[in-house]
């Protein structure tokens, strides 16, 4: 019966982590969408979701019953299956009715409903896990801490598989919820047959069934978009590897929604028009031109009303141009060629060369859209471009004040490509364009494109004064800062400087986002035992290397949505591995702690200089892929085993030691991914980054040696 009830209690531990990882991704992509998402709200998340679960851990040692768990494990799984489905339709209901649709949440608002979707769900599958580790325990007569630990990243590895490769592509993100509070529900019944309560189990069977009628018949994804688009009608609403994707229309306009952010409405002619014409026209002769992003709803055609032999269009995400054929009956020229196909990877393998690249991916508000902005891909543009070619790209408008942060992020783009082009040229239109070439850019505009005959309805002489316009650019350039610093793969400056400007809207100084956490951070650690500490420091270490080298994946091979998850579970495995199995190798002592500590340091301090050095088109295109997953595999190893040693150095009960280690682990991780990502990888970049978390595993190290 023993061995029959360990294997039952293995088996809710599997399907913790695969509810913790689908729901995580699932809610993530949900609250991006209310909120607007960049790092920092990312960060937010994360950190929040890390550190309710971390309580909900230490809050389990209260909960744990020596021999008497099974009525609470039995009310775990139910609030597991419920709270998550519930949190997010919660969380969206709160936005309609302390927001204006449309509008942008302040960071106020983004942690109150961040709290109020998360906190119940984290919670208590926090302390599921300590229950889980303290039953297992007594039922095997020995620590099996380690063993829930890799249990759950095992869950978590088949539910990254199922996500990634299946559910993403057909359900929408709350019918993928209500799956995962089925199988949870249909779990607690089976527990609750199995300790012959047959009262809770026939409750639980009923109350599946009283949720899933309801799921049946009425869509919560279409409940959820009529509360966030109010007065719109909802005509497309589904989830694709690239975010959730609207479409709605409201008296004959089509408005075109990207995780929450209008991407575009129909027919906006002067935007289009802007996007095309002022490189376009600068060039003498413009027969192959290059478009990456942007062109789907209409800009496209702006491009043939000129004498081109060659148009190739680049968009990454199919499915937004076919929701643009399908409500804008767009029809693709013939003659345009299209790739679905990361931007920048286009770059790189192309034979071709062209006369215009036109620009138009998102702005570098995100350490993954940075990459768009950087010296390394301009230098891949102009590597593409005939002798004398344009490269055209757009930012927010400055308006008629230029003020500090948009001053310093427009110093950092103008210097980076001046880092490549001789010529550059401001345009301040809708948006500020910057159009560079090695040949100058002088002209009329509005004249030249009189003079080629080209039909416009916004830019011509009739509706702009190209010479209040140049003026108005000669101003803003008089402001930039010559000696700024130019923008990097791996030193991506344009993206924190965005997150300033984010920032200011709402007159937050970015310091005290910082320092508060800082000093969050340090009076936790003031509080740890020294094991602790260590298994923070790891923690830490592990999460901030996951994104560092996602970043790197994403600068080497473009955003490739399906490897970008193999990352993360070669992640999920290494930690299952190393705390299920690998331990095994290793001596249950302080010294062997301390040595993975110390090379889990040496590693975060030589993967800059790796990702550096295999970031060169040379290498077959399998091998850098290849290293990164190893990197990121071993990482995960070395957290495994120092987790697994953990549990057998710490003192005290296994319920105080599966709660504070699991809780140190996750604290951990939810500061790395916070603080590096947001600021310390923004601003002091990929090299000091690793030497930084080098450094605080190596102090860790010492701190174990001193104190144990």
């Known amino acids: 019966m023993l061995l029959k009830q360990g294997k039952r209690l293995k088996l809710i531990a599997f399907l913790l982590g695969f509810t913790c990882f689908i ?37 389990g040692r209260y909960l744990h019953r020596p021999g008497r768990n099974e009525a609470s494990l039995l009310s775990l799984l139910v ?57 297992l325990s007594e039922n095997s007569g020995k620590s099996s801490i380690s063993r829930i630990y890799a249990l759950e990243a095992l869950g978590s590895l088949a539910g990254g598989i199922v996500f990634n490769f299946i559910l993403v592509y ?14 949870n529900l249909l779990t607690a019944v089976w527990f609750a047959f199995v300790f012959k309560n047959k009262i809770v189990g026939i409750s639980c069977l009923l109350l599946s069934l009283a949720l899933l009628l309801p799921i049946l018949f009425i869509n919560p994804d279409s409940v959820t978009a009529k509360m966030l688009y109010p007065g719109q009608e909802v005509l497309l609403n589904r989830d694709t590897p690239f975010g959730k994707m609207v479409v709605t229309e409201n008296k004959g306009q089509y408005n075109f929604y990207s995780s929450g952010v209008l991407y575009a409405s129909s027919w906006d002619i002067a935007k289009n028009e802007e ?23 209409g800009a496209l055609q702006e491009v043939l009303k000129y004498p081109v032999s060659r148009v190739d269009y680049v968009d990454p995400d199919p499915w937004l141009l076919k929701a643009a054929a399908s409500y804008l009956w767009i ?89 490549n082009f001789l010529h550059i040229r401001l345009i301040p239109g809708g948006r500020s364009y910057f159009i560079a070439s090695d040949e100058p850019l002088n002209g009329d505009i509005t004249a030249l494109i009189q003079q080629e005959n080209i039909p416009t309805e916004y830019v011509n002489a009739w509706y ?23 923008n990097e793969d791996f030193y991506p400056l ?68 399906q490897m970008a998850g193999l990352i993360i579970m070669a992640f999920m495995a290494g930690l299952a591995a190393g705390s299920g199995y690998l331990h095994k190798y290793f001596r249950k002592e302080a010294r062997t702690f301390i040595r993975i ?96 978390l080098a450094g605080l595993n190596f102090v860790a190290a010492g701190v174990v040696r001193w104190r144990v």
């Open 331 to 419: 029809e693709w020229p013939e003659n345009v060629n299209i790739r679905y196909t990361d931007p920048r990877r286009f770059l790189q393998e192309t034979p071709h060369k062209y006369d215009v690249i036109l620009l138009n991916t998102g702005p570098p508000n995100t350490v993954g859209n940075n990459r768009f902005y950087t010296r390394e891909f301009f230098r891949k543009a102009k590597a593409a471009l005939h002798p004398g070619g344009i490269i055209s790209l757009n930012l927010a408008s400055a308006g008629n004040y230029l003020n500090e942060d948009t001053r310093l992020l427009y110093s950092n783009i103008y210097n980076t490509l001046k880092n």
């Open 23 to 59: 729901v995580q991704l699932v809610l993530i992509r949900e609250f991006l969408n209310l909120f607007m998402g960049n790092e920092l709200v990312i960060g937010i998340i994360l950190a929040l979701w890390m550190i309710l679960t971390a309580s909900g851990a230490i809050a």
């Open 597 to 692: 500590q110390l090379g889990i340091g040496i590693m975060a301090g030589i993967t800059p200089f790796i990702m550096m050095a295999i970031d060169h088109p040379g290498f077959p295109v399998w091998l850098p892929g290849l290293i990164i997953t190893l990197l990121t595999f071993m990482f995960a190893v070395l957290t495994g085993i120092q987790y697994q040693l953990a549990t057998r150095l710490r003192d005290g009960t296994v319920t105080e030691v599966a709660s504070s280690t699991y809780s140190a682990d996750l604290l951990g991780s939810a500061f790395g991914v916070f603080l590096v990502a947001v600021f310390i990888f923004p601003l002091i970049g990929m090299v000091f980054t690793g030497l930084l």
């Open 79 to 135: 609030l597991n299956g419920v709270l998550p489905l519930a949190g997010a339709i919660f969380a969206v209901w709160l936005r309609s009715i302390l927001y204006v649709p449309g509008s942008m949440l302040s960071l106020q608002g983004i942690l109150i409903i961040s709290l109020a979707g998360l906190a119940a769900f984290c919670f208590f599958s926090g302390m599921m896990f300590t229950i889980l580790a303290a039953t």
């Open 170 to 183: 057909s359900l929408n993100s709350l019918r993928i919820l209500s799956i995962v509070m089925m199988l």
């Open 494 to 561: 344009a993206a924190y400087l965005s997150l300033r400007q984010w920032l200011g809207m709402f007159h937050i100084q970015g310091w005290l986002i910082a320092l508060i956490p800082l000093l969050l951070m340090t009076l936790i650690l003031l509080r740890m035992k020294p094991i602790s500490m260590g298994l923070f420091a790891s923690g830490f270490t592990a999460s901030s290397a996951e994104f560092m080298l996602l970043i790197g994946f994403q600068v080497i091979y473009g955003f490739i949505y």
């Open 464 to 486: 702009l004064d190209m010479r209040s316009m140049d003026e108005r650019a000669e101003m803003i350039l008089n402001e930039l800062d010559p000696d700024a610093r130019i």
């Open 275 to 297: 996007k095309v014409h002022y490189a376009m026209a600068l060039h003498p002769a413009p027969a192959d031109v290059l478009m990456l992003s942007g062109g789907w709803d």
